[in-house]
Every structure is written in C-alpha cells, then in structure tokens.
C-alpha cells in the first residue's frame, strides 16, 4: 500500500515508517521539522535500506498536499503531524486550534478529492481527561481538561462526522498515553 505519514519523522512517526517500510509498504513523509530533526530521515534510510520520499513541508500547504496525494498514489493518510505541548496550547490556542484543527481539516479536504478514505489518526489520551479513576476504556467519559485534548476531540467528532456523511471512509483513532520504545537498532 502507498501511505502517507504526516509528522512521520517525529518520534511515533519515524517508528511506524519503519515497520511499514519492513512490511513492503511504500511511505512517503511529510514533516515540518517543528517536532523532530532531519536525522530521523537518515536514520531511517540507513534502518530501512530504503530512500523513503520526505517532504519538509504544512498539511496545511494544499498544493504541496495534491502533489504528494497525487505523484505517489497514496491509498492511506497516517496523521500524526500536530503540535503537542499541553503546557504551550494553554498559552497559545490559536497556534493549536489552527495548526491541530485546521491542518487535519485541509488534510481531510484533500485527501476527499484525491479519492483518499483511508485514514489513521494519531490523537491523545488526554481526550479524557481527569476522570478521577485509573482505569480508562474506550467507553471512558471525553471530557479534556487542556487546549492540546480539546484540539484532538475536536478532530476526533470531525473524522466521527465525516464518516457519518460518508460511510467509504475507514478511519481508526489511535489514543496514546505515554508512547515509549526504540527501534532494536
């Protein structure tokens, strides 16, 4: 499959472009650096065996957004591409509500007029937030208590809206509490 990994040099990214290129998939990257380094890129090259196809580059930037979609006939979107300071989002929400938000929605655009409806969504387990008891569940109460949480609820009831509209898309939402893990290498 051709997948496209937005934010994919970043840490979660980068170990998913590892096991999707070992698994014979095609990844092509798109990352602004905001998050992550250059020499996740060369590491992952020298991992993989591969020359995966990066883009510096915004979601946000549509026609950078078509070109990729198009010139490597990408079949699914991996969103991890976001800000992620729960600390920075309190002091600055606009930065978050456009970057978060708005970017998935420009993503979301173009990838319906390429045909994408295939789409992984990378969003938080501080959409919970603070239920006052250790265990959560998929059934746990949304309730988030931080700008970073509220920004990735708000994707999370678009992505649930947009399938409703439109039952070809096949989404999966992915709620993280503390990723941790380093490739063998």
């Known amino acids: 499959m051709n997948i496209l990994l937005t934010g994919g040099l970043g840490f979660i990214g980068s170990h998913t472009a590892t096991v999707l290129a070992a698994e014979g998939h095609e990844v092509a990257i798109i990352d602004n650096l905001c998050n992550s380094q250059w020499q996740a890129l060369d590491s992952l090259e020298s991992i993989t065996g591969k020359k995966l196809p990066f883009y510096e580059g915004d979601v946000r930037d549509v026609p950078l957004m078509k070109e990729i979609l198009k010139k490597h006939h990408i079949e699914c979107v991996i969103h991890f591409a976001g800000l992620k300071s729960v600390a920075e989002s309190g002091a600055d929400p606009l930065k978050y509500f ?4 708005s970017g998935s929605v420009v993503l979301l655009e173009e990838m319906a007029k390429a045909g994408v409806t295939k789409f992984v969504f990378s ?4 959409v919970y937030g603070s239920p006052g008891y250790p265990q959560f569940s998929e059934t746990t109460p949304l309730a988030p208590i931080n700008v970073y949480g509220k920004t990735k609820l708000m994707v999370e009831d678009i992505l649930r809206d947009l399938k409703k509209s439109d039952p070809q898309w096949q989404i999966a939402l992915l709620r993280y509490f503390n990723p941790v893990g380093a490739h063998h290498s």
């Open 123 to 126: 969003s938080s387990a501080t």
């Open 98 to 101: 456009d970057n978060n938000v």
